[in-house]
T-cell receptor
Framework: NAGVTQTPKFQVLKTGQSMTLQCAQDMNHNSMYWYRQDPGMGLRLIYYSASEGTTDKGEVPNGYNVSRLNKREFSLRLESAAPSQTSVYFC?????????????FGPGTRLTVL | EDQVTQSPEALRLQEGESSSLNCSYTVSGLRGLFWYRQDPGKGPEFLFTLYSAGEEKEKERLKATLTKKESFLHITAPKPEDSATYLCAVQAGRGSTLGRLYFGRGTQLTVWP
């Protein structure tokens, strides 16, 4: 099992450009998440999808859109990139267990917006 | 407001020098507390889940404990390969936040030979 995979690994954009970050998981998990990680701050939730066909805003959703394409794939789109969106983006997936749902993370996408 | 605070921000240990990392939290209806390890340039790697006060879990040189207000990650006789950033996260159990993780900023651990 590859777990959670993300593409691309690195990306440089100019202000105003758009792009889509891709995420896929092969663990048959129902829930998927997008986080951003900035220096000196904890991981912050952008959007999540509790199950196929549903998406909800997290802590910092402004400037982003998401699509839950199917059970395996969850993409994050930046319509008009801004320098403030320079960050490392992580996708995660989880399955609700009897007590909690443990999230498993991908390797990340390092995005720079000039 | 749910909050997670980790201390210290950075910790340098000599190989074999045991120590502890702290994670204090305030959350409404704790469902679970998680510890992750993150190596430079990689995603967080799951280590432990703790569910209730008094619980302990161990993995090699690491032992995680939980009280009603905080968790400790004890590192016994660390080795250089234990160098990483250790992240703490809590999962609340109420309403629309169900399932969300709230992360601390992490403790960057360096173990030198």
């Amino acid at each position: 099992n590859a777990g959670v995979t993300q593409t691309p690994k690195f990306q440089v954009l100019k202000t105003g450009q758009s792009m889509t970050l891709q995420c896929a998981q092969d663990m048959n998990h129902n829930s998927m998440y997008w986080y951003r990680q900035d220096p000196g701050m904890g991981l912050r939730l952008i959007y999540y999808s509790a199950s196929e066909g549903t998406t909800d805003k997290g802590e910092v959703p402004n400037g982003y859109n998401v699509s839950r394409l199917n059970k395996r794939e969850f993409s994050l789109r930046l319509e008009s990139a801004a320098p403030s969106q320079t960050s490392v983006y992580f996708c995660a997936s989880s399955e609700l267990g009897p007590r909690v749902d443990t999230q498993y993370f991908g390797p990340g996408t390092r995005l720079t917006v000039l | 407001e749910d909050q997670v605070t980790q201390s210290p921000e950075a910790l340098r240990l000599q190989e074999g020098e045991s120590s502890s990392l702290n994670c204090s939290y305030t959350v409404s209806g704790l469902r679970g507390l998680f510890w992750y390890r993150q190596d430079p340039g990689k995603g967080p790697e799951f280590l432990f889940t703790l569910y209730s006060a008094g619980e302990e879990k161990e993995k090699e040189r690491l032992k995680a404990t939980l009280t009603k207000k905080e968790s400790f990650l004890h590192i016994t006789a660390p080795k250089p390969e234990d160098s990483a950033t250790y992240l703490c996260a809590v999962q609340a159990g109420r309403g629309s936040t169900l399932g969300r993780l709230y992360f601390g900023r992490g403790t960057q651990l360096t173990v030198w030979p």
